[in-house]
């Protein structure tokens, strides 16, 4: 499904220990699904839908590898990630996104992860994603690390800043990235797990935002950021 690169790993061989594995996401219809998909694999410890509660479980459980989310509310993933960094330094950190944005992708690497994968990834592929970073190494997409390397290389301390960007909101950002890709709006909402009524609303607030008047504006703007 995904084209996450993974050198060939079987974490639930019977020799190998079960990771412990902490579940960050604001939406409990997937967090069940991940658990189930990765039960053979890993021991999943415990799981948070905030940031608060993130910190306050990871700190307490003290998990191998964290899957985080990049978009919630309070701060999203790059919040759970500096808060925990300094004082639980030996966890590692696994975001696990339904965004491929460069800004999303850049943004957590710089604030600690180790990996960065999006939601399409196969649960092989993520288990074996898990044990990789739990082993120290990185793992991204090719498409990801293109992004990291081209950031880092150009300009290693340099901020990824857009004053229209910085405008709306995580959840804007993915509504508008569907959008330019010519989803409809219920098959957004499905994707991220929303109304559709959701949908109508965050549209409205990203045309008043960036003021224009229609979704082909805001498909050749995101076109032109490199955000589809």
């Known amino acids: 499904m995904a084209e996450q690169s993974t050198r060939p790993v079987e974490p639930n061989d019977a020799g190998a220990e079960r990771l412990r594995v902490f579940l960050v996401d604001d939406h409990a219809m997937f967090r ?4 189930a998909e990765l039960g053979a694999h890993v021991e999943v410890v415990g799981e ?21 989310d990049v978009h919630m509310p309070d701060g999203g993933g790059r919040a759970v990630l500096e808060a925990m960094r300094r004082s639980h330094p030996q966890v590692r950190f696994l975001a696990l996104s339904v965004s491929d944005a460069a800004e999303d992708v850049i943004g957590l690497i710089r604030a600690g ?8 990834i196969s649960p092989d592929e993520l288990a074996a994603a898990i044990r990789r970073v ?13 992004f990291v390397l081209d950031a880092f290389a150009a300009r290693p301390d ?3 800043a857009d004053p229209e960007l910085d405008q709306l909101t995580n959840r804007e950002r993915e509504v508008l990235r569907l959008l330019a890709r010519g989803y409809a709006y219920k098959e957004i909402a499905r994707e991220l797990y929303i109304s559709i009524k959701t949908v109508e609303t ?13 979704r082909y504006e805001l498909s050749r703007w995101a076109a032109d950021r490199r955000l589809v």
């Open 202 to 214: 965050h549209v409205s607030n990203v045309l008043r935002k960036l003021q224009m008047s229609n």
């Open 158 to 160: 340099a901020p990824v």
């Open 32 to 35: 069940a699904g991940v658990r």
């Open 134 to 146: 739990a082993d120290g190494d990185a793992v991204f997409s090719p498409r990801l690390a293109g």
């Open 113 to 120: 992860a180790r990996g960065y994968v999006t939601k399409t």
């Open 48 to 68: 948070a839908s905030t940031v608060a509660e993130a910190v306050s479980r990871i700190a307490a459980t003290e998990p191998d590898v964290v899957l985080l």
